[in-house]
Antibody, heavy 121, light 105 residues
Framework: QVQLQESGPGLVKPSETLSLTCTVS??????????WTWIRQPPGKGLEYIGY???????HYNPSLKSRVTISEDTSKNQFSLKLTAVTAADTAVYYC?????????????WGQGTLVTVSS | EAVLTQSPATLSLSPGERATLSCRAS??????LAWYQHIPGQAPRLLIF???KRATGIPARFSGSGSGTDFTLTISSLEPEDFAVYYC???????FGQGTKLEIK
């Protein structure tokens, strides 16, 4: 059973960089055909796609966030990470990591529980 | 980039009733569409992918249909645990619809 767990600071100051890590168990980030994905949900709003890294090292980002986002893998730790620069209060959200499955056409079949990140001074 | 519009925003029904949720794309996404259920405080759960295929472990009362620009998620007979927010997601550029809240009438 694949499990994902987000970790990182719960509070980030405006203009700084938000950094989160997703640790994967029961599966490998170096396995072919999976989309290791970040999604967020601002308070009172819907789900927003942030981006993914694919096993070959390729990435895809939401165009609205692309200039500030980096998603990368650390295969030695079986983790992938999210960095979001120059954050503002609008980046306050619950951040989820997930795995887009090769057998589900990329739809996210495994999710972390989510972690709340607040942007505030 | 296809924009997804879900309707209605809120749907009020009673247990045992049939629920029909709509997701419309601004341009064709073929069958590259998924549906998720999200209960507040929990991780979202994949229900349907490829517009009509049920994910592993999803009860048969959930079904998806459509292709191109118009998609439907149907819950044939609502159970108490089905009251949640439902999102569609198109799998070409990965964007989500704004959600439909299914609430108890």
């Amino acid at each position: 059973q694949v499990q994902l767990q987000e970790s990182g600071p719960g509070l980030v100051k405006p203009s700084e960089t938000l950094s989160l890590t997703c640790t994967v168990s029961g599966g490998s980030v170096s396995s072919g055909g999976y989309y290791w994905t970040w999604i967020r949900q601002p308070p009172g709003k819907g789900l927003e796609y942030i981006g993914y890294t694919y096993y070959s090292g390729s990435t895809h980002y939401n165009p609205s966030l692309k200039s500030r986002v980096t998603i990368s893998e650390d295969t030695s730790k079986n983790q992938f990470s999210l960095k979001l620069t120059a954050v503002t209060a609008a980046d306050t959200a619950v951040y989820y990591c997930g795995r887009g499955g090769s057998s589900t056409w990329g739809a996210i079949d495994y999710w972390g529980q989510g972690t709340l990140v607040t942007v505030s001074s | 980039e296809a924009v997804l519009t879900q309707s209605p925003a809120t749907l009020s029904l009673s247990p045992g009733e049939r629920a029909t949720l709509s997701c419309r794309a601004s341009q064709s996404v073929s069958s590259y569409l998924a549906w998720y259920q999200h209960i507040p405080g929990q991780a979202p759960r994949l229900l349907i992918f490829d517009a009509s295929k049920r994910a592993t472990g999803i009860p048969a009362r959930f079904s998806g249909s459509g292709s191109g620009t118009d998609f439907t998620l149907t819950i044939s007979s609502l159970e108490p645990e089905d009251f949640a927010v439902y999102y569609c997601q198109q799998l070409a550029t990965w964007t989500f619809g704004q959600g439909t809240k299914l609430e108890i009438k």
